[in-house]
């Protein structure tokens, strides 16, 4: 139940911060390691391996959904061009994250990359080697879980069904909106618009793309892949979508990231008034004793 919670912190972290590619991520990693110190390292695994599993998929929804625009004779240059685009760069970012995942000497290189850009930055006044083993020794524990993870074949195909299931679940969305407003769309348009949104929300350089930018894009985009969508009708559907995808999801996160921290101040206090009120009893009965023992 807490990951599940964590979960919904990270959706709320993504929606509210620029930078929706790590926020949320970033964030979950900071809730495992707060909750149990030392788990970073495990905690980025998880994370990494979520983002393996949601690039795929882009690229995979993308080429499909292109290939039954095809299959169709539906053909759009600005849409093709896009589409391919986002699926070349998509592939890059796949495989340069995958080789991170697999050398662990290039993982290392990165941290003392980054390390050492903050250093000039500083101008030496910051002091990080403290912050440079603990990356090292987070880097190492990373590779360790992802080479479990692939020794696990039975935990991969189970997170990779719910993964899939959870896509679908999420593309569905838009489909049966068109559907309420009566009007049938080809499960195309939705494909490759769900996965152009969403591989524009993966590119990590800080853009705000949660609330505006998607509206905007879905809306050209509904009618780029279907000319019979017109901007009244794309312009209604985004909206109801957005309103089960980003506000539903933004109040339920909301929720749970004020309850864990309501919990993170809670049990410390709890703890340090059980501290307190057991210090005088002690001290009484050490006294006790030590009078008993001189009479």
Not at 216 to 239: D, E, H, K, N, R
Request: net charge positive; charged share 15%.
């Amino acid at each position: 139940f807490k990951a599940y919670l964590y979960t919904w912190y990270g959706i709320f972290i993504d929606i509210i911060i620029p930078g929706e590619s790590v926020s949320g991520e970033i964030s979950k990693v900071y809730l495992v390691n707060r909750d149990v110190p030392g788990t970073s390292g495990k905690a980025v695994a998880s994370v990494v391996t979520h983002r393996l599993m949601s690039m795929g998929m882009t690229v995979a929804t993308m080429v499909f959904g292109t290939a039954m625009l095809l299959g169709q004779g539906q053909t759009n240059t600005i849409l093709f061009n896009l589409s391919l685009l986002s699926a070349i760069l998509t592939s890059i970012s796949l495989v340069f994250l995958i080789l991170l995942c697999t050398r662990e000497n290039w993982a290392m290189k990165l941290v003392n990359m980054v390390l050492g850009f903050v250093e000039y930055v500083g101008r030496g006044r910051w002091k990080l080697d403290k912050i440079r083993e603990d990356a090292h020794k987070a880097a190492r524990i990373f590779h360790e879980s992802m080479k479990e993870l692939g020794h696990d074949p039975r935990v991969l195909v189970e997170s990779t069904s719910l993964f899939v299931l959870s896509w679908i679940a999420s593309a569905s969305v838009p489909y049966f909106v068109f559907l309420a407003i009566g009007f049938q769309v080809d499960w195309s348009a939705i494909l490759i618009t769900s996965a152009i949104v969403s591989a524009i929300k993966s590119i990590p350089i800080g853009i705000p793309f949660e609330v505006g930018l998607p509206e905007i894009v879905m809306t050209l985009l509904y009618g780029f892949v279907s000319p019979v969508i017109t901007t009244q009708i794309a312009a209604t559907a985004t909206v109801l979508t957005r309103i089960l995808t980003l506000w539903l999801r933004f109040f339920i996160g909301f929720v749970a990231q004020q309850w864990l921290e309501y919990k993170a101040i809670k049990i410390p206090t709890a703890k340090l008034e059980e501290q307190e009120g057991l210090t005088p009893s002690l001290v009484r009965v050490k006294g006790g004793s030590c009078n008993a023992s001189h009479d």
